[in-house]
Structure formats: C-alpha cells, structure tokens
C-alpha cells in the first residue's frame, strides 16, 4: 500500500507543476483577470440599472402626487366655494331685506310732520337692536 502512495505523489506533484509553470500561472492569472473585470462590469451595470430604476420611478411617484395633491385640493377649493356661495346668498338676501325695509321707511318720512321729527337727535348714537352707529334719523325712529 505504501508503494501505491508513493506513486500518487509524484502524479500530484507534477500536477501542481504543471499548474504553476509559466504558460499554467499565466493562464491562471488571465482567467482571474477576466472573471474580475466581467464581475466588476456586471457589478457596475447592475448600480446602472438600478440609479436608472430610482430616477424612473421617483419621476412617477413625483407625478402620481402632482395629481393626487391638485385633485385633493380642487375639492377643497370647491367645497370652500361652496361655502362663500352660500354665505354671499344669506348677504344678498339680507341686504334685500335691508334695502326693502329702507325704502319703506323713506316712502314713510314724506307723511311725517315736523313735530314728529323734532324730537330726533342729530347727532350720531348707538343702536343696540341693529348693532350699528348711525345719525340717519330712520335709525331712531324705533327708539320713540
């Protein structure tokens, strides 16, 4: 037995030789060389490929907010038009009220005598019930 190891020795050794000669280490050294410049291309395309997929996709997501943002706030833009409609309604139905009592209290100043009016102050007062300052004697005639 000990014959046989000996002989599967020197094969190794001559292996290993043969390995490392000049033409075999050259060898060797190209097939690394080139493993490491394919790993390092493959490396540098895949960061490539994956900066490119980031800019792509952060395009798209800048978009799909863009959207999402202008739709949410012209709802909120016509739910607050809405809002002043409606509250511009109640002013110009106010005012009508306001304008129709004034024109009223106007046609009424011609059939009032001057007894009646004298009592008016000429200056300008507060009027609780309508919550203004006036010196328009229309304003005080509800106060006598």
């Known amino acids: 037995m000990t014959h046989a190891k000996n002989k599967r020795i020197p094969r190794l050794i001559a292996g290993y030789r043969a390995l490392f000669s000049k033409i075999g280490f050259k060898l060797i050294v ?10 390092g291309s493959l490396a540098y395309l895949a960061t490539e490929l994956m900066v490119e997929f980031g800019e ?3 395009g798209i997501n800048k978009k799909h907010i863009r959207k999402k943002t202008t739709l949410f706030l012209s709802r909120i833009m ?17 005012s009508a009220v306001i304008a129709r009592q004034a024109a009223l209290l106007l046609d009424q100043k011609l059939f009032l005598t001057t007894e009646e009016t004298k009592d008016w102050s000429s200056s300008s007062g507060f009027q609780p019930d309508l919550g203004v300052f006036s010196d328009n004697h229309f304003f005080f005639k509800s106060s006598l």
């Open 56 to 58: 792509y996709s952060v």
């Open 30 to 39: 190209l097939i690394l060389c080139v493993l490491m410049l394919s790993m």
């Open 78 to 94: 016509e739910e607050q038009a809405r809002r002043y409609e409606n509250s511009f309604s109640k002013i110009s139905l106010s």
